[in-house]
């Protein structure tokens, strides 16, 4: 898989869609919660958390029942606090379900941020 293209300072979205082992997408419109945190390596200093709970537009993370099942959002406010160079980082993306917290996928996503001209 490709490394996911974020550029700082710009206002984007990223889609990605979560199968499982059949090929079908999986629901995750309801009784699920995420977080994705985004480190400079596997135990380096944090660069941006997202938060998203099912059904709940106004977070970060946004959890859908068909393709793009997960949608990652950055406002040009939150792309802004992304490093200003040329640099890959690594996210862990966990997603549990709300009732028992229990981990029921765990993706990990490469980002290639661009820095942007100021």
Known sequence: MANIQLQRGQQQQIDVTLK?????????????????????SLTGAIIDTLTGVSGNTGLRI??????????????????????NESVTV???????????????????LTFDITPEVV
């Open 90 to 108: 690594i996210g862990d993306l966990k997603i549990s379900n709300i009732s028992s917290g229990e981990v029921v996928h765990h993706i990990r």
């Open 20 to 40: 499982d082992s059949g090929g079908s997408v999986v629901d995750l419109s309801s009784g699920k919660s995420a977080k994705l945190v985004i480190r400079r």
């Open 62 to 83: 946004l959890l859908n029942a068909t393709a793009a099942n997960i949608n990652l959002k950055w406002s040009t406010a939150e792309a802004t606090k992304l490093p």
